[in-house]
């Protein structure tokens, strides 16, 4: 087996580039590495979860318990494992009339990430009504405004807030994820709203934020795209625009991406380019160590999406993206098996919470 260990020795005597190479000869976490972390933390959530199947110390939050299940299938843990079985059970008794998956607040959030949940567990059509319904529903969420204005498009928490990019990011890939058409009209005016979300002055975006971009900031994206009207908002620039956060310019990438936005298309190219400038598995380029965890599952899923391996930064630097993200999360790893964020911003000092999104980052990390 030729392993990376080899390729180094081969290019430092023939000067091979790594380009040249064929992917498969890039170094990916071993099934038994990935199984060992995995298994340590279906461990930690055996322990950690409550009598009615959910985890998390606060009742009412459907869509994060439909997060850990998600993850644990993606990591290889089968569907009649205990831990997911009991979970399922709450997740269907969640369902409501309305198609939502929710109870008391967050019905876009909390469904999104039951729907996908659920099209995972879709084995022989079981859950068809339950992902049609929930499909309905958060389509019947999404801003239906006049198509210049800002929030057109996009959704908020419960399809009454504000719209964000991190709200709008998790729908489109929820009903995607569970068959819509890339050309359904809910899909077009997301990406409507997505682009507006970038600090990049196209004929996607009007928006005076994006001509005001910051040289670091081009190509990137925001959370929220209205901060630009808010004087006191720590999200603006002494000049006018908005910082680009690396969370959310993976989200926005990975939408473009799985929406069958081309490479070629100025906003993919954009975005890619400020990836370039500032990637890194040890922070969140612009926040530092908050929603660090949230980050990595963004930056994981973009990056597979992408597809470029190795990844090369702007400095010309390759990165073997996968094996890096899985050494640094294995690093980050407690003893009990969990994840947390000592930044507690985005409730990720809440250990369930962090654990769900690094094992779901993790899950990206297996080599084809």
Known sequence: ?????????ATAVSGVGVSVLPSSTWAAPSADDLK????KALAFFKGAQKEKGDFFPKAGEPGLTALIVAALLRSGVPADNAVIAKSVAYLEGNVQKDGGVYQKGQANYMTNLALVTFKELNTGGKYDKVIANAIAFIKGLQNDADPKSLEHGGVGYDGKTRP????T??????????GVSKDDPSIKKALVYVSRCQNLKSEFNDQPFATKAAEEDAGGFVYNPADQDNAKSPKRTDAGGL???GGMTYAGLKSFLYAGVGKDDPRVKAAIGWVRKHYSVTENPGLKDSGLYYYYTTFAKAMDALGED????AKGAKHDWKQELFDELKKRQQADGSWKNAN???LEGVPELATAFALMALSYTKKK
């Open 169 to 178: 990011h998790f729908m489109v890939e929820a009903l995607l994820a569970a």
């Open 310 to 313: 190795p990844f090369v930064d």
């Open 1 to 9: 087996m030729f392993t990376r260990r080899d390729w180094l020795k």
């Open 344 to 346: 507690p911003a985005f």
């Open 243 to 245: 910082r680009s956060e």
């Open 164 to 167: 964000d990019l991190s709200n």
């Open 36 to 39: 060992a972390v995995t298994d």
